[in-house]
């Protein structure tokens, strides 16, 4: 069982920065493969970024890249999601999830059925 914890949401103005956090407690954090997902109001929820158990491969969401980074931090039990450059469609709450992985491994997983645990959330609003 993990149970994850996002922080870092806020209100900013378009062209500004935040950086979220999500603390992972339980069990090992480096046998999971990590992402973060966003859903807006009265929409689905979309994925935004992930990364591998191992840290080796990263992944992002057109509609972020170049913009957003996500990264992980095994000893802090952490993974973080950088995103400058923000726009008012980028206002959501974010989520981050974890899945198993059996071993240490380079894949990355964009869909949110991919996920067995997800935290509860993080306002993200960006006024124009």
């Known amino acids: 069982q993990v149970q994850l914890v996002e922080s870092g949401g806020g209100l900013v103005q378009a062209g500004g920065s935040l950086r979220l956090s999500c603390a992972a407690s339980?069990?090992?954090?480096?046998?999971?493969?990590m992402g973060w997902f966003r859903q807006a109001s009265g929409k689905v929820r979309e994925f935004v970024a992930a990364?591998?158990?191992?840290?080796?491969?990263?992944y992002s969401a057109d509609s972020v890249k170049g913009r957003f980074t996500i990264s992980r931090d095994n000893a802090k039990n952490t993974v973080y999601l950088q995103m400058n450059s923000l726009k008012p469609e980028d206002t959501a709450v974010y989520y981050c999830?974890?899945?198993?992985?059996?071993?240490?491994?380079?894949?990355?997983?964009?869909?949110?059925?991919?996920?067995?645990?997800w935290g509860q959330g993080t306002q993200v609003t960006v006024s124009s």
């Open positions: 339980g069990r090992t954090f480096g046998g999971y493969a």
């Open positions: 999830a974890a899945k198993g992985t059996l071993r240490i491994e380079s894949n990355v997983y964009t869909g949110t059925g991919a996920y067995d645990y």
């Open positions: 990364i591998s158990s191992s840290g080796s491969t990263t």
